[in-house]
Protein backbone atom coordinates (compact mmCIF):
# COMPACT_ATOMS: atom_id res chain seq x y z
CA UNK A 1 0.00 0.00 0.00
CA UNK A 2 0.98 3.33 -0.70
CA UNK A 3 2.03 6.02 1.61
CA UNK A 4 0.37 8.94 0.67
CA UNK A 5 1.95 12.35 2.13
CA UNK A 6 -0.45 14.89 1.73
CA UNK A 7 1.36 18.30 1.51
CA UNK A 8 -0.32 22.25 1.43
CA UNK A 9 1.10 24.11 -0.67
CA UNK A 10 1.74 27.92 -0.38
CA UNK A 11 3.18 29.28 -3.53
CA UNK A 12 2.57 32.61 -2.19
CA UNK A 13 4.23 36.21 -4.16
CA UNK A 14 6.70 36.69 -7.04
CA UNK A 15 8.27 34.16 -8.13
CA UNK A 16 7.28 31.41 -5.86
CA UNK A 17 4.39 29.70 -8.58
CA UNK A 18 6.95 29.47 -10.49
CA UNK A 19 9.79 27.73 -8.38
CA UNK A 20 7.30 26.16 -6.70
CA UNK A 21 6.20 24.48 -9.35
CA UNK A 22 9.16 23.00 -10.42
CA UNK A 23 9.62 21.52 -6.88
CA UNK A 24 6.51 19.55 -7.09
CA UNK A 25 7.82 18.15 -10.20
CA UNK A 26 10.58 16.74 -9.13
CA UNK A 27 8.59 15.47 -6.23
CA UNK A 28 6.31 13.76 -8.36
CA UNK A 29 9.11 12.11 -10.30
CA UNK A 30 10.73 10.97 -7.04
CA UNK A 31 7.20 9.44 -6.08
CA UNK A 32 6.48 7.76 -9.77
CA UNK A 33 9.77 5.90 -9.99
CA UNK A 34 9.84 4.87 -6.76
CA UNK A 35 6.48 3.18 -6.75
CA UNK A 36 5.69 3.60 -3.08
CA UNK A 37 4.62 6.93 -2.23
CA UNK A 38 3.22 9.38 -3.64
CA UNK A 39 2.03 13.32 -2.98
CA UNK A 40 -1.22 14.52 -2.56
CA UNK A 41 -1.00 18.21 -3.13
CA UNK A 42 -3.46 21.22 -2.19
CA UNK A 43 -2.91 24.67 -2.90
CA UNK A 44 -3.29 27.89 -0.79
CA UNK A 45 -4.03 31.37 -2.53
CA UNK A 46 -2.25 32.86 0.59
CA UNK A 47 0.04 35.74 0.57
CA UNK A 48 0.24 39.44 0.07
CA UNK A 49 -2.23 38.95 -2.98
CA UNK A 50 -4.71 37.70 -0.78
CA UNK A 51 -3.72 40.35 2.07
CA UNK A 52 -4.59 43.56 -0.53
CA UNK A 53 -7.81 41.90 -1.43
CA UNK A 54 -8.49 40.75 2.34
CA UNK A 55 -6.65 42.46 4.55
CA UNK A 56 -4.81 39.53 5.98
CA UNK A 57 -1.94 37.30 4.71
CA UNK A 58 -4.07 33.71 5.61
CA UNK A 59 -7.90 33.72 7.04
CA UNK A 60 -7.85 33.86 10.57
CA UNK A 61 -8.55 30.06 10.91
CA UNK A 62 -5.73 29.45 8.07
CA UNK A 63 -3.65 27.29 10.94
CA UNK A 64 -6.53 25.48 11.71
CA UNK A 65 -6.86 24.32 7.35
CA UNK A 66 -2.81 23.55 7.59
CA UNK A 67 -2.81 21.27 10.73
CA UNK A 68 -4.13 18.30 9.34
CA UNK A 69 -1.52 18.05 6.27
CA UNK A 70 1.90 16.22 6.74
CA UNK A 71 3.94 19.29 5.40
CA UNK A 72 3.94 22.52 3.97
CA UNK A 73 6.04 23.96 0.77
CA UNK A 74 6.12 27.57 1.09
CA UNK A 75 7.30 29.54 -1.84
CA UNK A 76 7.88 32.92 -0.79
CA UNK A 77 6.08 36.12 0.54
CA UNK A 78 6.71 39.67 0.02
CA UNK A 79 5.66 42.36 -2.60
CA UNK A 80 5.44 46.05 -2.92
CA UNK A 81 3.24 47.73 -1.39
CA UNK A 82 3.06 45.25 2.04
CA UNK A 83 5.21 46.40 4.25
CA UNK A 84 7.85 43.39 4.91
CA UNK A 85 6.76 43.12 8.44
CA UNK A 86 3.44 42.02 7.61
CA UNK A 87 4.14 39.77 4.96
CA UNK A 88 6.99 37.88 7.65
CA UNK A 89 5.00 38.37 10.87
CA UNK A 90 0.94 37.19 9.73
CA UNK A 91 2.37 34.08 7.49
CA UNK A 92 5.37 32.62 7.80
CA UNK A 93 6.27 33.56 11.08
CA UNK A 94 2.89 32.68 12.33
CA UNK A 95 3.05 29.22 10.48
CA UNK A 96 6.88 28.96 12.21
CA UNK A 97 5.32 29.43 15.80
CA UNK A 98 2.09 28.01 15.97
CA UNK A 99 3.28 24.49 14.78
CA UNK A 100 6.34 24.62 16.64
CA UNK A 101 8.66 24.59 13.91
CA UNK A 102 11.38 25.44 16.46
CA UNK A 103 14.21 23.68 14.20
CA UNK A 104 15.34 25.83 11.12
CA UNK A 105 18.03 23.44 9.10
CA UNK A 106 19.78 25.21 6.30
CA UNK A 107 22.22 23.35 4.77
CA UNK A 108 25.13 24.99 3.07
CA UNK A 109 27.08 23.06 0.73
CA UNK A 110 29.08 23.78 -2.09
CA UNK A 111 27.36 21.13 -4.27
CA UNK A 112 29.46 20.23 -8.16
CA UNK A 113 28.54 22.77 -10.63
CA UNK A 114 27.94 25.26 -7.84
CA UNK A 115 29.39 28.73 -8.02
CA UNK A 116 31.45 29.95 -5.21
CA UNK A 117 33.65 33.12 -4.60
CA UNK A 118 36.21 32.33 -2.67
CA UNK A 119 39.46 31.42 -4.48
CA UNK A 120 41.25 28.40 -3.68
CA UNK A 121 38.98 27.09 -1.08
CA UNK A 122 38.05 22.96 -2.86
CA UNK A 123 34.42 22.13 -3.12
CA UNK A 124 34.35 19.40 -0.44
CA UNK A 125 35.53 21.95 2.61
CA UNK A 126 32.13 23.92 2.27
CA UNK A 127 30.14 21.59 3.86
CA UNK A 128 28.06 22.61 7.15
CA UNK A 129 24.47 22.33 8.66
CA UNK A 130 23.25 25.16 10.18
CA UNK A 131 20.41 24.59 12.60
CA UNK A 132 18.68 27.73 13.73
CA UNK A 133 16.85 28.09 16.68
CA UNK A 134 13.65 29.31 15.20
CA UNK A 135 10.45 30.23 17.96
CA UNK A 136 11.86 33.13 20.17
CA UNK A 137 15.24 34.99 20.48
CA UNK A 138 15.15 38.41 18.68
CA UNK A 139 11.96 37.24 16.82
CA UNK A 140 10.03 36.38 19.71
CA UNK A 141 7.55 39.58 18.95
CA UNK A 142 8.03 41.37 22.41
CA UNK A 143 8.96 44.84 23.13
CA UNK A 144 6.96 48.47 23.35
CA UNK A 145 6.61 51.48 21.55
CA UNK A 146 6.71 54.50 24.28
CA UNK A 147 5.36 57.66 23.15
CA UNK A 148 4.84 57.32 19.58
CA UNK A 149 5.89 60.01 17.39
CA UNK A 150 7.22 62.15 19.63
CA UNK A 151 10.22 63.08 20.54
CA UNK A 152 11.24 61.39 23.35
CA UNK A 153 9.94 58.34 21.44
CA UNK A 154 11.84 55.14 23.21
CA UNK A 155 11.37 51.21 21.24
CA UNK A 156 12.45 48.38 22.85
CA UNK A 157 12.61 44.88 21.03
CA UNK A 158 13.13 42.48 23.77
CA UNK A 159 14.86 39.15 22.87
CA UNK A 160 13.38 35.34 24.76
CA UNK A 161 15.84 33.26 25.62
CA UNK A 162 13.52 30.41 27.63
CA UNK A 163 15.43 27.69 29.45
CA UNK A 164 13.05 25.23 27.53
CA UNK A 165 14.33 26.67 23.85
CA UNK A 166 17.55 27.45 24.41
CA UNK A 167 18.47 24.19 25.63
CA UNK A 168 15.96 21.80 22.93
CA UNK A 169 17.33 23.57 19.96
CA UNK A 170 21.01 22.95 21.25
CA UNK A 171 20.31 19.02 22.54
CA UNK A 172 19.11 18.89 19.06
CA UNK A 173 22.11 20.13 17.41
CA UNK A 174 24.36 17.62 19.83
CA UNK A 175 22.24 14.82 18.69
CA UNK A 176 22.75 15.59 15.14
CA UNK A 177 26.06 16.02 15.12
CA UNK A 178 26.55 12.63 17.30
CA UNK A 179 24.54 11.25 14.32
CA UNK A 180 26.73 12.65 12.13
CA UNK A 181 30.00 11.61 13.52
CA UNK A 182 31.23 15.73 13.03
CA UNK A 183 31.76 18.34 15.26
CA UNK A 184 29.04 20.82 16.75
CA UNK A 185 29.99 24.97 16.72
CA UNK A 186 28.13 27.17 18.86
CA UNK A 187 27.56 30.90 17.50
CA UNK A 188 26.60 33.67 20.10
CA UNK A 189 28.19 37.21 21.04
CA UNK A 190 28.47 36.36 24.55
CA UNK A 191 30.87 39.22 25.55
CA UNK A 192 28.33 42.01 24.33
CA UNK A 193 24.79 40.25 25.22
CA UNK A 194 25.42 40.16 28.66
CA UNK A 195 22.42 38.32 29.26
CA UNK A 196 20.34 36.46 26.98
CA UNK A 197 23.96 35.32 25.10
CA UNK A 198 25.67 34.62 28.67
CA UNK A 199 23.04 32.44 28.91
CA UNK A 200 23.38 30.52 25.92
CA UNK A 201 27.39 29.79 26.06
CA UNK A 202 26.19 28.37 29.67
CA UNK A 203 23.22 25.90 28.43
CA UNK A 204 25.28 25.18 25.58
CA UNK A 205 28.61 24.11 27.74
CA UNK A 206 26.33 22.21 30.10
CA UNK A 207 24.51 20.07 27.28
CA UNK A 208 28.13 19.48 25.89
CA UNK A 209 29.38 17.36 29.20
CA UNK A 210 26.22 14.91 28.02
CA UNK A 211 27.90 14.25 24.68
CA UNK A 212 31.96 13.92 25.58
CA UNK A 213 31.94 12.02 22.27
CA UNK A 214 31.43 15.59 20.35
CA UNK A 215 34.03 17.74 19.59
CA UNK A 216 32.72 21.06 20.30
CA UNK A 217 33.67 24.50 19.42
CA UNK A 218 32.57 28.54 20.47
CA UNK A 219 32.51 31.37 18.22
CA UNK A 220 31.39 35.36 18.33
CA UNK A 221 29.35 36.03 15.45
CA UNK A 222 31.97 38.68 13.84
CA UNK A 223 34.70 36.24 14.03
CA UNK A 224 32.01 33.47 13.00
CA UNK A 225 30.72 35.48 9.68
CA UNK A 226 35.43 35.81 8.97
CA UNK A 227 35.58 32.27 9.52
CA UNK A 228 32.69 31.46 7.39
CA UNK A 229 34.26 33.31 4.52
CA UNK A 230 38.08 32.77 5.07
CA UNK A 231 38.28 29.14 6.79
CA UNK A 232 35.04 27.69 6.11
CA UNK A 233 36.11 23.77 6.75
CA UNK A 234 36.19 25.00 10.28
CA UNK A 235 32.54 24.63 10.47
CA UNK A 236 30.30 21.40 10.25
CA UNK A 237 27.32 21.20 11.95
CA UNK A 238 26.33 25.18 13.59
CA UNK A 239 24.10 26.23 16.51
CA UNK A 240 22.94 29.49 16.75
CA UNK A 241 20.21 32.09 17.71
CA UNK A 242 17.45 33.06 15.43
CA UNK A 243 18.73 36.43 14.01
CA UNK A 244 22.36 35.12 13.99
CA UNK A 245 21.32 32.17 12.28
CA UNK A 246 19.36 33.96 9.75
CA UNK A 247 22.36 36.64 8.86
CA UNK A 248 24.72 33.77 8.92
CA UNK A 249 23.39 31.64 6.27
CA UNK A 250 22.65 33.86 4.56
CA UNK A 251 26.05 34.58 4.21
CA UNK A 252 26.47 30.83 3.88
CA UNK A 253 24.36 31.05 0.84
CA UNK A 254 26.82 33.16 -0.58
CA UNK A 255 29.97 31.34 -0.59
CA UNK A 256 27.85 28.43 -2.11
CA UNK A 257 26.46 29.32 -5.08
CA UNK A 258 24.31 32.45 -4.24
CA UNK A 259 20.30 32.79 -2.92
CA UNK A 260 19.20 30.59 -6.04
CA UNK A 261 21.15 28.12 -4.46
CA UNK A 262 19.28 28.51 -0.37
CA UNK A 263 17.04 26.03 0.59
CA UNK A 264 15.37 25.50 4.31
CA UNK A 265 13.62 23.25 6.11
CA UNK A 266 11.29 24.43 9.26
CA UNK A 267 11.23 21.62 11.57
CA UNK A 268 8.69 20.35 14.50
CA UNK A 269 10.55 17.19 15.70
CA UNK A 270 7.88 16.11 17.48
CA UNK A 271 5.63 15.50 14.33
CA UNK A 272 3.04 17.21 16.05
CA UNK A 273 2.45 19.45 13.16
CA UNK A 274 3.07 19.61 9.92
CA UNK A 275 6.81 21.03 9.05
CA UNK A 276 7.57 23.33 6.51
CA UNK A 277 10.18 23.48 3.51
CA UNK A 278 10.77 26.47 1.70
CA UNK A 279 13.43 27.96 -0.61
CA UNK A 280 15.13 31.20 1.34
CA UNK A 281 15.27 33.85 -1.39
CA UNK A 282 12.28 35.99 -1.45
CA UNK A 283 9.91 36.82 -3.70
CA UNK A 284 11.90 38.70 -6.05
CA UNK A 285 9.19 40.82 -7.69
CA UNK A 286 11.86 42.30 -10.36
CA UNK A 287 12.16 38.92 -12.41
CA UNK A 288 8.46 38.05 -11.55
CA UNK A 289 6.53 36.41 -14.33
CA UNK A 290 9.69 36.61 -16.57
CA UNK A 291 10.34 32.73 -16.46
CA UNK A 292 14.28 33.02 -15.28
CA UNK A 293 13.61 32.48 -11.82
CA UNK A 294 16.06 29.26 -10.90
CA UNK A 295 13.84 26.77 -8.93
CA UNK A 296 17.32 24.79 -7.60
CA UNK A 297 16.54 26.49 -4.23
CA UNK A 298 13.10 25.22 -4.48
CA UNK A 299 14.01 21.83 -5.36
CA UNK A 300 16.97 21.45 -2.73
CA UNK A 301 13.99 22.22 -0.27
CA UNK A 302 12.22 19.68 -2.04
CA UNK A 303 15.03 17.10 -1.19
CA UNK A 304 14.69 17.91 2.34
CA UNK A 305 11.14 17.03 2.63
CA UNK A 306 12.09 13.04 0.73
CA UNK A 307 14.91 13.18 3.71
CA UNK A 308 11.89 14.58 6.34
CA UNK A 309 9.52 11.90 5.24
CA UNK A 310 11.94 8.95 5.51
CA UNK A 311 13.61 8.85 1.25
CA UNK A 312 16.75 10.04 1.92
CA UNK A 313 17.77 7.97 -0.82
CA UNK A 314 15.59 10.11 -2.88
CA UNK A 315 16.81 13.12 -1.46
CA UNK A 316 20.65 12.16 -2.24
CA UNK A 317 19.72 11.54 -5.75
CA UNK A 318 17.93 14.73 -6.47
CA UNK A 319 20.95 16.60 -5.25
CA UNK A 320 22.94 14.72 -7.56
CA UNK A 321 20.92 15.75 -10.22
CA UNK A 322 21.43 19.19 -9.45
CA UNK A 323 24.86 18.76 -8.95
CA UNK A 324 24.72 17.40 -12.85
CA UNK A 325 23.07 19.62 -14.38
CA UNK A 326 25.03 22.38 -12.97
CA UNK A 327 28.15 20.62 -14.01
CA UNK A 328 27.02 19.53 -17.34
CA UNK A 329 26.36 23.95 -17.79
CA UNK A 330 24.00 23.93 -20.76
CA UNK A 331 20.69 24.28 -18.67
CA UNK A 332 20.89 26.80 -15.96
CA UNK A 333 19.04 30.23 -15.37
CA UNK A 334 20.73 33.81 -16.32
CA UNK A 335 21.88 33.83 -12.58
CA UNK A 336 23.97 31.23 -12.84
CA UNK A 337 25.34 32.24 -16.81
CA UNK A 338 22.87 30.16 -18.42
CA UNK A 339 19.73 30.81 -21.21
CA UNK A 340 17.85 28.18 -19.67
CA UNK A 341 14.33 28.84 -18.10
CA UNK A 342 12.36 27.86 -15.23
CA UNK A 343 10.65 25.38 -16.43
CA UNK A 344 13.74 23.65 -18.63
CA UNK A 345 15.51 23.85 -15.33
CA UNK A 346 13.09 21.85 -13.58
CA UNK A 347 12.93 19.22 -16.09
CA UNK A 348 16.21 19.32 -16.40
CA UNK A 349 16.26 17.67 -13.13
CA UNK A 350 13.32 15.66 -13.00
CA UNK A 351 15.19 14.04 -16.47
CA UNK A 352 19.10 13.64 -14.50
CA UNK A 353 16.95 12.34 -11.25
CA UNK A 354 15.47 9.33 -13.15
CA UNK A 355 18.79 8.59 -15.05
CA UNK A 356 20.04 8.32 -12.00
CA UNK A 357 17.86 5.92 -10.63
CA UNK A 358 17.92 3.44 -13.75
CA UNK A 359 21.68 3.89 -13.56
CA UNK A 360 21.27 2.55 -9.74
CA UNK A 361 18.73 -0.13 -10.23
CA UNK A 362 20.72 -1.15 -13.55
CA UNK A 363 18.44 -0.59 -15.88
CA UNK A 364 21.06 1.57 -17.95
CA UNK A 365 25.19 1.27 -18.02
CA UNK A 366 26.73 4.59 -16.20
CA UNK A 367 29.03 6.36 -19.05
CA UNK A 368 29.40 10.28 -19.62
CA UNK A 369 26.66 10.34 -21.77
CA UNK A 370 24.44 9.27 -19.19
CA UNK A 371 25.36 11.62 -16.60
Given amino acids: MKNIYKIAV ?22 ELDGSFEFEFTHFPWG ?26 LGAVGYPGVPDHISLWDLLLKIRKGFHQYVNLRPITLLEGAPCPLNDVPREQIDMLVIRENSEGEYAGAGDWLFKGQPHEVVLQTGIFSRVGTERIIRYAFEEARKQGKSLTS ?3 GNALNYSMVFWD ?9 YPDVETNSYLVDAAAM ?23 DLGAAIAGGLG ?5 NINPEREYPSMFEPIHGS ?24 FFGHEDWGKRVLAAMEQVMVEGNTLTPDMGGTANTKEVGDAVAEKTQVIHATE ?11
Wanted: proline content about 6%; hydrophobic content about 45%.
Fill in 10 to 31: IAGDGIGPEVISEGIKVLDKAA
Fill in 48 to 73: CEYYLKHGQMMPVDGLDQLRSFDAIY
Fill in 187 to 189: ISK
Fill in 202 to 210: QVFDEVAKE
Fill in 227 to 249: FFVKQPWRFEIVVTSNLFGDIIT
Fill in 261 to 265: LAAGA
Fill in 284 to 307: APDIAGKGIANPLASIWSASQMLD
Fill in 361 to 371: IGVIPITPATL
